[in-house]
């Protein structure tokens, strides 16, 4: 397991979306050794508020050639 920083989008009234789950390629998540790195990357990625778009901190299994 990483911690990944995950990019949403605002996509319906209550609907946030992944960009993995909408295909956007480019976005996808990123991924950390600690949860600190992350937090730090995420504080950066929201440092612009946004409606409609914001970076999430969150475990996530990594794939094998991360590992």
Do not use: H
């Not at 390629?25 to 612009?48: A, H, L, P, V």
């Amino acid at each position: 397991m990483k911690w990944a920083l995950i990019v949403y989008f605002f996509v319906a009234p209550g609907i946030w979306k992944s960009a993995e789950e909408l295909k956007y390629d480019g976005w996808y998540r990123m991924f950390f050794d600690s949860e600190k790195i992350c937090q730090q990357y995420e504080r950066r990625f929201n440092d612009t508020p946004s409606m409609r778009i914001k970076g999430v901190c969150e475990l996530s299994i990594a794939p094998d050639y991360l590992k």
